[in-house]
């Protein structure tokens, strides 16, 4: 059986000598080093770091070995520290309403082993991709949007809960999410805007984008906030566009953006290789 590799991260006030630190207190732990990257941001004065190492001692192989082997660092600066198996997959919930292109492409990237994750559920206020859904042998829910939003939104974190997931991807799930929905889920939900923030955001971007006479379109996907397309953003990606594409084109081209950025968007949340920095992030590519 091979040596399960661990992923650490690290957030905290920057400081001389963390590299150091983290470095030393691996390598007494016998740990092999990978990959690392760090990063100082100077505005926020936050450090950030993520570690691949994989042990090679006796003593230290699990992963509370390795807790207790990075505690006195972890003290020593106020880290908020993480240390997960590199193996280990992130469960996923997909929430999706008409448009499936999204739904599709993850599904697909899923099971061809792509993305490291398991897709726990798919939800959903609109039937359309229960068939889709059901064959992959994935379990589909149906919150249809009645006049009590909080009642449908508490059906929605209750099948979160209950599949034990860790991530809900709103893969063009288009009702807005209430404030207190969002606060529950901070830093645990991710969604694919069908624009290129800040450019259009709400709802018809790409008719937005038409009137304007754009000649790029493009997709972000960012982790969801109360505040409408405004949650820190992950990924961005773009195409360029002509005078004589009409809107309908130009969602048509928008839709392969879309996919391959909230998939991209997805497989580094589960990496762990996404970090929050305020309104914005920071990820280890
Ligand atoms: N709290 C948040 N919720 C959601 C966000 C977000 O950023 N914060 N993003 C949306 C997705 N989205 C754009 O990317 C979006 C979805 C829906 C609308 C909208 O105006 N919806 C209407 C209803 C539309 C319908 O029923 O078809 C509404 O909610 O009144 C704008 C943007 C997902 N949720």
């Known amino acids: ?26 390598a007494a732990a016998d740990a092999f080093i990978t990959e690392s990257s760090h990063y100082g ?9 993520r570690t691949v190492f994989r042990p090679t001692g006796a003593h230290f192989q699990s992963r509370d070995d390795f807790l207790t082997a990075l505690a006195p660092v972890r ?88 599949t034990g997931a ?11 999410l209430s404030d207190d929905l969002c606060q529950k889920l901070a830093g645990r939900a991710i969604n694919i805007h069908h624009s290129f923030l800040p450019s259009f955001k709400g709802a018809k971007p790409y008719h937005q984008a038409h009137a304007r006479g754009v000649k790029v379109v493009g997709a972000t996907a960012h982790y969801v906030t109360k505040d409408l397309d405004e949650g820190p953003i992950i990924e961005q990606e773009t195409e360029r566009v002509a005078h004589n594409q009409s809107a309908q084109t130009l969602a048509r081209i928008g839709k392969d953006i879309e996919s391959v950025v909230l ?23």
Request: aromatic letters at 10%; proline letters at 4%.
């Open 1 to 26: 059986m091979s040596t399960p590799h661990f992923i650490l991260t690290i957030r905290c006030q920057d400081a001389v000598g963390i590299v150091a630190a983290v470095a030393s207190a691996l």
């Open 41 to 49: 941001d100077e505005e926020t004065g936050l450090f950030f770091m």
């Open 75 to 162: 003290q020593r600066f106020g880290m908020d520290l993480n240390l997960h198996r590199r193996d280990r997959r992130m469960k996923v919930l997909i929430a999706v309403s008409k448009p499936g292109h999204c739904l599709n492409h993850l599904l697909h990237q899923w099971q061809s082993g792509e993305l490291p994750i398991d897709v726990v559920g798919v939800l959903s206020n609109h039937r359309d991709h229960q068939r889709l859904t059901e064959w992959y042998g994935i379990p589909f829910h149906f919150l249809p949007m009645g006049a009590d939003k909080p009642e449908q939104e508490a059906a929605l974190f209750a099948v979160f809960e209950q």
């Open 166 to 176: 860790e991530l809900l991807v709103l893969a063009r799930y288009m009702q807005v």
């Open 263 to 285: 998939t991209r968007a997805v497989r580094w949340h589960a990496e762990h290789r996404v970090m929050l920095n305020g309104l914005r992030t920071v990820v280890f590519y």
